[in-house]
């Protein structure tokens, strides 16, 4: 998403370098606003603390640095503070919207200092046109908390659909048009979404899911938000359940639903269909 994110904010009026480090295919953005600058960071989680570091060490006093990406917020909180004692400050926003934020627009969930959210809302508003939309939900680590319990939410919705055409595909009556099924759901059905959308585009282009291997990763959102529940006594079977599933596909337990688990992320956010 960080190409996406620099094309929209440089057709929106603003001055975008975008920068990629040369040893890997970690991008940040970096949107300046005035003379000071805001650097945009869609990086891997286990990535932040280095570019941090190295970002800190060159921008100026008052710079705002974004974490755009999918970070744990309990970390997010403490370099925060690490950020804030440099001189800087620092956001967190997760960001939805895979490979379509740029035609349909991103939905950011935003966390930091309220002042600090406020210099940077104009990008916000650029990036949300013309249908998604943003929300600063407080401290630091909000943004990322409210954008993990998304993702779990969605590990959840994601294996549901998956099992349910599973059946189709396997069941009594045999030779049923699954992307027909999705079609008439897609109509004003109680499971009507942006997910089922997908995956009966997906079965309509590949009934049979036919190179696909079943593999399906797991990226950490799920994980951690599995810990946050078990460390409040709450009880999470569904996004449990969904979060072995792509566990036993890693170790060779595939089959149908997981392919089609595989395929839906690689519709809705470009990720790699196999290992």
Same mark, same amino acid.
């Given at each position: ?76 909180? !403490? ?5 804030? #004692?440099?001189?800087?400050?620092? @956001? $967190?926003?997760?960001?939805? &919207?895979? =490979? %379509? ?61 998956? !099992? ?5 595909? #396997?069941?009594?009556?045999?030779? @049923? $048009?699954?992307?027909?099924? &999705?079609? =008439? %759901? ?74 089609? @688990? ?14």
């Amino acid at each position: 998403m960080g190409s996406q994110i620099a094309q929209k904010l440089s057709e929106g009026g603003f001055e975008v370098i975008p920068h990629k480090r040369e040893d890997s295919k970690e991008k940040a953005v970096v949107a300046f606003g005035g003379e000071r600058p805001i650097i945009w960071l869609m990086i891997p989680a286990e990535a932040v603390d280095q570019d941090l570091a190295e970002w800190l060490q060159v921008l100026p006093g008052g710079s705002t640095i974004v974490d755009g990406g999918n970070s744990d917020f309990r970390l997010t909180r !403490e370099r925060a503070k690490k950020v804030r #004692e440099a001189g800087a400050f620092m @956001l $967190d926003v997760g960001t939805s &919207g895979g =490979v %379509w934020g740029y035609q349909n627009g991103f939905s950011m969930m935003c966390g930091g200092e309220e002042s600090a959210f406020r210099e940077i809302e104009p990008v916000l508003q650029v990036l949300a046109r013309p249908s998604g939309a943003y929300w600063h939900f407080g401290e630091s680590g909000s943004g990322h908390f409210v954008k993990m319990v998304h993702n779990a939410i969605e590990y959840g919705m994601m294996e549901s659909l998956a !099992e349910g055409y599973r059946l189709l595909k #396997e069941g009594p009556y045999k030779g @049923l $048009d699954l992307a027909a099924a &999705g079609d =008439v %759901w897609q109509h004003r059905s109680v499971i009507t979404s942006w997910l089922n959308e997908l995956t009966r585009d997906v079965l309509k282009e590949n009934p049979e899911l036919e190179g696909v291997e079943g593999y399906v990763a797991e990226s950490g959102e799920a994980r951690w938000a599995l810990e946050t529940f078990r460390e409040l006594k709450i009880d999470a079977p569904a996004i449990e359940a969904a979060f072995q599933v792509r566990l036993d596909s890693g170790k060779g337990k595939v089959n149908f639903a997981t392919k089609l @688990l595989a395929a839906m992320r690689n519709a809705f956010g470009g990720h790699k269909i196999n290992k």
